[in-house]
């Protein structure tokens, strides 16, 4: 059974950085594409960013492009979000989710091809 575990968010002035860490359990990280979503309120669900099985690879949103990183820890099958510059926008519910394929090297930006979610973690970003 496949479990993801979000923590990480909290209350931040805007400008400030948070670090949003999932920790997995039941699949490895590097065995496909791991993805960062975010649902503000009101809002539809949106793709922040992913990392694909290799590591190497990495794709992000448009609108963090250049404040937000994505990447991982293997050993502590762990995918990290280095989040810095952050907006008032920027405020949701933060959540992780693995690709429901194995092994493909393309990062997808629809929910549809994700498997498995966590529980989420509140971002709230302060003018």
């Known amino acids: 059974q496949v479990q993801l575990v979000e923590s990480g968010g909290g209350l931040v002035q805007a400008g400030g950085s948070l670090r949003l860490s999932c920790a997995a359990s039941g699949r490895t990280v590097s065995s496909g594409t791991m993805g960062w979503f975010r649902q503000a309120p009101g809002k539809e669900r949106e793709f922040v960013a992913g990392i694909n099985w290799r590591g190497a690879n990495t794709y992000y949103a448009d609108s963090v492009k250049g404040r937000f990183t994505i990447s991982r820890d293997s050993g502590k099958n762990t995918v990290f979000l280095q989040m810095d510059s952050l907006k008032p926008e920027d405020t949701a519910v933060y959540y992780c989710?693995?690709?429901?394929?194995?092994?493909?090297?393309?990062?997808?930006?629809?929910?549809?091809?994700?498997?498995?979610w966590g529980q989420g973690t509140q971002v709230t970003v302060s003018s």
């Open positions: 989710a693995v690709d429901r394929y194995y092994y493909r090297d393309h990062i997808s930006r629809a929910e549809y091809e994700y498997d498995y």
